[in-house]
């Protein structure tokens, strides 16, 4: 069994709990990620589960599709492209991310997690794909929590965005053209659970401690580090929370310090 398959669908589950609750014009309503609403987010999520699913189905075909894309990424209209692809809005929307969500889950739990699979940039296992899809839908959903002043109960699933933060350490500074510092800063997080995490050399005289719900927001670009309590202690370890970015693409600045809070408070 691929754990990761299972955590994508329960975080989800997470997130659809949320959507039942709203109403036709809240999937109208502005979140505090680039003025995205409700739709511009589940359209975004549904639009690369169901890449990410073709990759493995017909990766010609989704090489095919990302071809297509291209002319939209370089005219910076991926909003165009993506709703372009996909017709349905509001709870109709919802709908049908759900039944593709759970279909996919329950197909890629038994995968082997070393098959390889075309993507945007380089090929990956299908283990880091469906840790994808997780991380990038517990990211899009808070925004969607925030808006609507809802805080979400997180779980040691999170353990998967952690894992990838570790990973792309380097992808960060590399992106935007900076050298990153040769030792990873050692990680102390406290899991949801209160189990403690640690991840890299001790040592180094670089460490960031906290929750790791907040190393995740940071590494997945939701809050600026300064909105966290996340103590960071060398020079190495304040430039990767400025800098870190787990995810795929071109270089993103993070929210500005205030910018993206909870409603609730």
């Given at each position: 069994m691929?754990q990761?398959a299972v955590?994508?669908?329960?975080?989800?589950?997470?997130?659809?709990a949320?959507?039942?609750?709203l109403e036709?014009?809240d999937f109208?309503r502005?979140?505090m990620?680039k003025q995205?609403?409700?739709?511009?987010?589940?359209?975004?999520?549904?639009?690369w589960?169901?890449a990410?699913?073709?990759?493995?189905?017909?990766s010609?075909?989704?090489?095919?599709?990302?071809?297509k894309?291209?002319?939209?990424?370089a005219?910076?209209?991926l909003r165009?492209f993506?709703?372009?692809?996909?017709?349905e809005?509001?709870?109709?929307?919802v709908a049908?991310?759900?039944d593709f969500?759970?279909d996919?889950?329950?197909?890629?739990?038994?995968?082997?997690p070393k098959i390889?699979?075309?993507w945007?940039?380089?090929?990956?296992s299908?283990r880091?794909?469906?840790?994808?899809?997780q991380?990038e839908?517990?990211?899009?959903?808070q925004e969607?929590f925030?808006l609507?002043g809802k805080v979400?109960?997180?779980t040691?699933?999170i353990?998967?965005?952690?894992i990838?933060?570790?990973?792309?350490?380097?992808?960060g500074?590399?992106?935007?053209?900076?050298?990153?510092?040769?030792d990873?800063p050692?990680?102390?997080l406290?899991?949801p659970?209160g189990?403690?995490w640690?991840?890299?050399e001790d040592?180094?005289g670089?460490t960031?401690?906290g929750?790791a719900?907040?190393?995740?927001?940071?590494?997945?670009?939701t809050?600026?580090?300064a909105?966290?309590?996340?103590?960071?202690i060398?020079?190495?370890?304040?430039?990767w929370?400025?800098?870190?970015?787990?995810?795929?693409?071109?270089?993103?600045t993070?929210?500005a310090?205030?910018?993206r809070?909870?409603?609730a408070?």
């Amino acid at each position: 069994m691929m754990q990761q398959a299972v955590d994508f669908r329960e975080e989800c589950d997470v997130l659809l709990a949320l959507l039942d609750t709203l109403e036709p014009a809240d999937f109208d309503r502005s979140t505090m990620f680039k003025q995205w609403t409700v739709n511009d987010v589940m359209v975004h999520l549904h639009f690369w589960n169901k890449a990410a699913d073709q990759s493995l189905q017909d990766s010609d075909g989704f090489m095919d599709l990302f071809a297509k894309l291209q002319s939209f990424l370089a005219a910076g209209n991926l909003r165009g492209f993506e709703n372009s692809e996909i017709a349905e809005r509001g709870q109709e929307l919802v709908a049908v991310w759900r039944d593709f969500y759970r279909d996919m889950a329950d197909r890629w739990v038994s995968l082997d997690p070393k098959i390889r699979v075309k993507w945007a940039g380089p090929e990956m296992s299908v283990r880091s794909s469906m840790t994808a899809r997780q991380m990038e839908t517990w990211a899009h959903a808070q925004e969607i929590f925030d808006l609507f002043g809802k805080v979400r109960q997180e779980t040691d699933r999170i353990r998967n965005i952690v894992i990838l933060g570790v990973n792309t350490y380097q992808w960060g500074f590399k992106v935007r053209g900076i050298a990153p510092p040769a030792d990873m800063p050692h990680l102390t997080l406290e899991a949801p659970s209160g189990t403690v995490w640690q991840f890299g050399e001790d040592g180094s005289g670089n460490t960031i401690k906290g929750s790791a719900v907040e190393f995740c927001q940071v590494v997945t670009q939701t809050r600026n580090v300064a909105d966290t309590n996340l103590e960071m202690i060398g020079e190495a370890a304040r430039l990767w929370m400025e800098n870190a970015q787990c995810f795929a693409g071109p270089p993103e600045t993070p929210p500005a310090p205030g910018v993206r809070l909870n409603t609730a408070g």
